[in-house]
């Protein structure tokens, strides 16, 4: 199996950046697509952003597009998720996943890190 440890976050205010690592082991990381999942209080883990094995796919949640970037460094074994101009809405929970094939749906995901809490402030 793969395991998927998190780092990064914190707590910000509102119009900072923070950036979330996810670092794989344990199988060939560069076989999968990875995403970000996210869950905020009071709601469902809804998708954030996905990227493809060889990074040449993105999608991106319409709520975080032109804020946040995702990009993976395959020598590195690890995906990023670079968070601009954040929001009190964007707190959370942030969940770094892999698939075989890239996907907007929990479900279709195999392995998930711990999670790792975002807070923005007003």
Sequence with gaps: QVQLVESGGGLVQAGGSLRLSCAASGRTFSSYAMGWFRQAPGKER???AGISWSGGSTYYADFVKGRF????????????LQMNSLKPEDTAVYYCAATRFIATTSDEYDYWGQG???????
């Design 46 to 48: 809804e998708f954030v």
């Design 69 to 80: 970037t995702i990009s993976r460094d395959n020598a590195k074994n690890t995906v990023y």
């Design 116 to 122: 790792r809490q975002v807070t923005v402030s007003s």
